[in-house]
């Protein structure tokens, strides 16, 4: 009587912990959207790109928060749990993706792009149909994210309040949709480097604690052992379902909505490239935590019933209650940041490419903001939507990588550096990601031999996108021709087109322009 008392204090501790949590967010972001911007004064970019001049340390706060995510933090202890040292492949896997992210796209930031679709569709001279069909994969790919991020932070609440899974992903959906709503991304960026800094520092308390719980390092060492041990004695070659892992996680970053949104707002090429470099160093360091966390847990718990639930048993059973409370804001923080990263882009998208293939135009400068506040509850519920349904975070992510990302990154790469990709090769690409992934999941000996579909739905879709490419027309107009009429549908008046064009395109001449 006496325990199960105390355990429902711990509850409502825990619970109050993330009311006042999240109402200080709430808190931050009206502020700052109020101090950045008056409502009458603020822009669509402003809303959606923070006006496209965010500094360097804003944007290393915003991309460290939204790589320690959900998928990295609590998907990646659970997959510890059951693979030991194979949870540090999820970070591994982040950080080369991020530091090829300020290698390859950084450049990019001087297109003065709004969304991805229209990157990508720039790659096949504006076609308009790329365009629209790599907003409608965005679009999914965001509202996928989202729903993972709603997952996982539903299962944080759920294990340390006592709440059900279903009032969980509730609260975590209304929670974050609130300061988004109210601030843009103005309020995501600032919120985002508070959050940084908690769960960092929530982590590796956690890990310290975890330590001194099993004995010490040599205590996760022997574990680690005698789980590899009993895996290599149950499966002679499991080397490449962990391969498939971090190259989805690499995909997965590389070809994100919500990090290219990351370049697209910046202040300059030099301030995204060096907030990537710091956010991939610092993502590797990371990425030991997780695996840590995986293996205490396992240690102390080995009959859990979900893995995913590994890193919340740790924050009741292994710190002190104040401790624990500070440990669940770090969880709750990878969670929030990471979501309202991927509901802004979600939005860009519905407002900068999918409200044109509806309507026929862009929607009204002064309707953006509000139009946009309206996209962002719809996406938050589509998303919700999704996270009802799931219960597994790393399944979760990696399927949605496979059937919607590996097309992107295949489209994105080829575009970047090959001029001979056109229409055809990119819907090629597009439309073979997915039934590749289907076949492998379908197929249960290939998705055991692979792990999930991410490695052959990637390898195929470059192969289709440069044979579609190779068997049809080249694109018949420049590249920078291509940037001219991308200029021309966000802006009506001809002397904005021009203005535009010259400060995105500074080589296109007069006659591009017209």
Same mark, same amino acid.
């Given at each position: 009587?006496? %325990?199960?008392? %105390? ?20 808190? #931050? @972001?009206?502020?700052? =959207? ?11 970019? +402003? ?6 001049? $965010?500094? &360097? ?19 990646? /202890? ?9 949870? /540090? ?23 003065? &792009? $709004? ?53 969980? !992903? ?21 919120? +985002? ?33 005698? #789980? ?23 995909? @997965? ?11 697209? =707002?910046? !202040? ?31 240690? $102390? ?11 919340? &048993? ?13 440990? $669940? ?26 409200? !044109? ?6 929607? *009204? ?13 719809? /996406?938050?519920?589509?998303? #919700? ?5 799931? +219960? ?63 490695? *052959? ?15 049809? !027309? ?9 940037? /001219? ?7 009506? +008046? ?5 203005? %535009? ?14």
């Amino acid at each position: 009587m006496q %325990q199960t008392m %105390q355990q429902t204090e711990q509850q409502w501790l825990f619970l109050a912990g993330f009311a006042v949590y999240l109402l200080a967010m709430i808190a #931050l @972001g009206w502020w700052v =959207s109020r101090r950045q911007h008056g409502d009458a004064q603020q822009s669509g970019e +402003d809303f959606l790109l923070g006006g496209r001049a $965010l500094p &360097f340390w804003l944007m290393l706060g915003t991309t460290v928060a939204t790589m320690v995510g959900t998928g990295s933090s609590m998907g990646a /202890v659970g997959y510890a749990y059951q693979h030991g040292w194979g949870g /540090v492949l999820y970070g591994l896997g982040g950080g080369i993706g991020i530091l090829l992210l300020a290698w390859w796209f950084a450049p990019l930031r001087r297109f003065n &792009f $709004l969304t991805m679709a229209e990157e990508l569709s720039y790659y096949t001279g504006a076609d308009k149909q790329v365009r629209h069909v790599v907003g409608v994969l965005i679009f999914i790919a965001c509202i996928g994210w989202l729903g993972a991020h709603i997952l996982g932070g539903s299962m944080y609440l759920a294990w340390l309040t006592g709440l059900s899974l279903t009032e969980s !992903k509730l609260l975590i959906a209304a929670g974050f949709a609130i300061y988004v709503v109210i601030g843009g991304y103005t309020a995501v960026v600032w919120t +985002d480097a508070i959050q940084a800094l908690i769960l960092f520092c929530g982590f590796v308390l956690m890990a310290g604690f975890a330590l001194v719980a099993v004995g010490g390092v040599d205590a996760i060492e022997a574990q680690a052992s005698v #789980l590899s041990a009993r895996q290599s004695a149950a499966q002679a070659s499991s080397w490449l379902p962990g391969l498939s892992l971090a190259v989805a996680v690499a995909i @997965g970053v590389l070809a994100t909505p919500s990090f290219r949104q990351r370049i697209y =707002s910046g !202040k300059d090429v030099s301030a995204i490239r060096k907030s990537f470099v710091w956010s991939g160093v610092l993502y590797l360091f990371f990425s030991l935590i997780p695996a840590v966390l995986g293996l205490a847990a396992l240690q $102390l718990a080995p009959a859990l019933d979900n893995p995913s639930y590994a890193f919340p &048993f740790l924050a009741l059973n292994t710190l002190p209650l104040a401790l624990g409370v500070l440990v $669940l804001l770090a969880g709750i923080s990878a969670t929030l940041s990471s979501a309202s990263s991927d509901a802004i882009a979600g939005v860009s998208v519905l407002v900068g490419d999918l409200y !044109k293939v509806v309507c026929g135009r862009l929607p *009204p400068p002064e309707q953006v903001v509000l139009l946009s506040r309206f996209g962002l509850v719809a /996406v938050v519920a589509l998303a #919700l939507g999704f996270a009802l349904l799931a +219960d597994n975070i790393i399944g979760y992510i990696t399927t949605m990588v496979g059937m919607v990302l590996s097309g992107l990154f295949a489209v994105a790469v080829l575009g970047l550096r090959w001029t001979r990709l056109n229409k055809t090769g990119a819907l090629a690409a597009l439309v073979m990601a997915p039934l590749v992934s289907l076949t492998v999941l379908w197929w249960p000996g290939a998705q055991a031999f692979w792990g999930n579909p991410v490695i *052959p739905a990637t390898l195929l879709s470059l192969l289709a996108a440069i044979v579609g490419s190779l068997l049809t !027309k080249p694109v018949a107009i420049s590249r920078s021709e291509a940037l /001219v009429l991308l200029a021309a549908g966000r802006v009506t +008046d001809q002397s904005a087109i021009t203005a %535009q064009t010259t400060a995105t395109y500074p080589s296109a001449t007069q006659a591009e322009v017209r």
